[in-house]
């Protein structure tokens, strides 16, 4: 025998093998992991300080400290350029929105459930269906409804396009179907109308699913750029997404202040990141629900 | 309370007949239960009473008041569901004053009034601030049934109420059901699948198969003189035995033989002339020869044990005579093996005859023909 070995080498080294196996792996998937968060996280860090820097440290590329005015970005985007406005109506739109989505939805997915009328399932369809045909393809005729009804460059014209939302109405009808239909008849047999089923009943036991939907509104809504961009012509009624691009525009002599348009980007994303993080629960389930 | 009566109900849903002209009458105070394999229209029935679905074709009347097209929070009724149908968001006892407005204008304090009263009949007092999500399953029902008794209803229905339960819980509810009844006096239509149920609380128990009633007596008399085939197999368990057999008639008494068994039937019944009928005889109507020496039973017939089981208060056997298995219902603590020869006698008292077509009982050698018994069938 060449390899004779007392019992204790052979101890350690089935221990090594036994160890050093799982924990490469472990190595090499934290590798993975790191470096998917790098990729992700990088331009958000790299705003965040481009944010704090100033418009001549901004353009030494190599600079990627902290810059000198960590305050005075903010300051200057929130209220000279008029930032603050511009996220108030962002703000406003969504609530407006919001709310319309959540109440038209949640009525048209009561009636889908709760009502036989003929044809129910067609006009689900053709709900659904809409999902394929996003604003981009009807942005013309759409232009030229709201020209017909008078309402461009009104706030009207800016929300209604989006109260509709086939997402929610089926997110809330497969919640709702969910729901024991023994739960409805006893409803039913008490004599509870449909509108008091659905405030007493329906709503209460769909917070979360509600919950979940409004934050996938919220997201959206608010990241909407391009039918303001249409739709709204004065500057002082505009949404922050847009409002991002005349920051990038104001820019004298082809320089754009770059440092300036990474605060308004930061700023723009703090709303979305605040529902997100309340909301996150009851979104994975949402998700995880359909 | 009230009295129930429905004349040749019939409900389709498209193609499908679910019920196919039921006419019945429930009394005044009456606790009827409606028992029959799934899909045999009982969940129907009730849903149809209760106004969730609407009759296809005939009548149904509460009081003689016909009530076919009245909405059903103005029949009177209270439900309770096998699911319970409890609003998870809502306490105990929100639950059961949610809808009460619409019964009638109470007070807060008279139904804090009703509600604790109810609560104590159930014995649920200590659980009326809790959610559903925090009660057992019996907890549940309970408020399920405090929330229905609320209603003061004119008519109680209970669509298989017990079968979420253990088996132990299900035993102490169906106790606390009768005596609920007993105390109320409401009259009540009880729906489940569990013969042991069925026969347990019913006044009477109507058996279904098929959307239609196949007999409905009390629970007695639907164990001993079962209208046909089908109730007799449905009801006891074990499972009544059935087996062809031929049937002849000499001087006005019935001799019934088949293979090696072969009895003569006491009485001497004027309604049936021989030929071949199905022969029914209960588990427990057939005995061991040894077991049954000195009495007048059968001539004993050889059967090869394929299997025996404890039951604890009994032996069931399974034992065949190489064409049919027969289950025979023997004392306790005995052992058999397989392929053990057993000779078995039955009782001549106990035996009924089926038509081998339509399954109509046309005989019980211990009360007579069915016919003297005023058996309903629809």
Redesign the interface.
Same mark, same amino acid.
């Given at each position: 025998m060449a390899t004779t070995t007392d019992p204790l080498t052979q101890r350690l080294r089935a221990r090594l093998t036994k160890l050093s196996a799982p924990g490469r792996y472990r190595l090499l998937v934290h590798g993975v992991l790191w470096a998917a968060l790098l990729v992700v996280l990088a331009p958000l860090v790299l705003a965040a300080i481009y944010s704090t820097q100033s418009a001549s440290e901004i353009y030494q590329i190599t600079n990627l400290l902290p810059g000198t005015q960590p305050l005075d970005n903010y300051t200057t985007v929130l209220f000279e350029y008029n930032f603050a406005q511009y996220m108030l109506n962002s703000l406003v739109m969504t609530t407006v929105v919001i709310v319309g989505k959540l109440t038209v939805s949640l009525l048209a997915a009561t009636a889908l459930v709760y009502y036989r009328f003929p044809y129910r399932n067609l006009v689900f369809y053709l709900i659904l269906f809409t999902l394929l045909m996003p604003l981009p393809v009807r942005i013309v005729p759409l232009y030229q409804l709201m020209a017909d009804l008078g309402w461009i460059n009104t706030f009207a014209g800016l929300t209604s396009p989006f109260i509709a939302s086939a997402t929610a109405v089926f997110l809330f009808r497969q919640r709702f179907r969910s729901i024991?239909p023994? %739960?409805i008849?006893?409803? /039913?047999?008490?004599?509870?109308g449909p509108l008091r089923f659905l405030v007493? %009943?329906l709503i209460?036991?769909s /917070?979360g699913v509600i919950a979940g939907v409004s934050a996938v509104l919220f997201i959206g809504t608010w990241n909407a750029y391009l039918w303001p961009l249409v739709v709204i012509f004065e500057r002082e009624n505009q949404v922050a997404q847009v409002g991002l691009r005349f920051i990038q525009g104001v820019g004298s002599e082809g320089l754009i202040e770059w440092n300036l348009v990474m605060t308004a980007g930061v700023l723009v994303m703090i709303p979305p990141l605040v529902v997100l993080l309340v909301a996150r629960k009851h979104l994975l389930s949402t998700l995880a629900s359909t | 309370m009230s009295r129930v009566e429905l004349n040749t109900l019939r409900k389709e849903f498209g193609e499908t007949t679910a019920l196919d002209g039921i006419t019945l009458s429930v009394a005044d105070g009456e606790f009827l239960v409606l028992v029959g394999p799934s899909g045999c229209g009982k969940s129907t029935l009730l849903r149809t009473i209760s106004g969730l679905e609407t009759q296809t074709a005939g009548d149904i009347s509460v009081d003689g008041e016909i009530v076919n097209t009245t909405p059903p929070k103005e029949r009177g009724v209270a439900m309770v569901f096998q699911n319970y149908a409890l609003y998870p968001h809502m306490s105990a006892r929100r639950n059961m004053t949610f809808g009460l407005g619409s019964h009638g204008s109470f007070t807060d304090d008279e139904i804090a009034q009703m509600v604790s009263e109810v609560a104590a009949t159930l014995g649920i007092g200590e659980l009326l601030d809790r959610r559903p999500g925090e009660l057992s399953g019996g907890e549940k029902q309970r408020v399920a049934m405090g929330r229905a008794l609320l209603r003061e209803p004119e008519l109680f229905l209970l669509d298989e109420p017990l079968s979420n339960l253990d088996a132990k819980l299900r035993d102490e509810m169906r106790t606390e059901l009768t005596h609920l009844h007993d105390e109320i006096d409401a009259t009540t239509i009880y729906v489940t699948h569990d013969q042991t149920e069925a026969l347990t609380l019913g006044d009477r128990v109507a058996v279904m198969n098929n959307g239609q009633i196949e007999q409905v007596d009390p629970p007695q008399q639907l164990y001993d003189v079962p209208a046909s085939q089908f109730v007799a197999e449905f009801i006891g368990s074990p499972q009544m035995n059935l087996f062809e057999g031929n049937v002849t008639a000499t001087n006005g008494r019935l001799h019934v033989e088949r293979g090696r068994f072969s009895t003569t039937v006491p009485g001497s019944p004027q309604t049936v002339d021989g030929g071949r009928f199905t022969v029914g005889v209960r588990p427990e109507d057939l005995y061991l020869a040894d077991e049954a020496a000195g009495q007048q039973y059968s001539d004993p017939c050889e059967l090869r044990v394929e299997l025996s089981e404890t039951l604890g208060d009994s032996v069931v056997l399974y034992a065949t005579d190489g064409e049919t298995t027969f289950r025979v219902r023997t004392g306790a603590r005995q052992q058999f093996g397989t392929g053990d020869v057993v000779s078995v006698v039955a009782d001549p008292e106990r035996l009924h005859l089926f038509d081998t077509d339509t399954g109509v009982a046309v005989y019980h050698s211990g009360t007579g023909p069915p016919a003297a018994r005023a058996v309903t069938r629809q």
């Open positions: 024991p023994a %739960v008849e006893t409803a /039913r047999l008490d004599g509870i007493y %009943v209460p036991m /917070r | -």
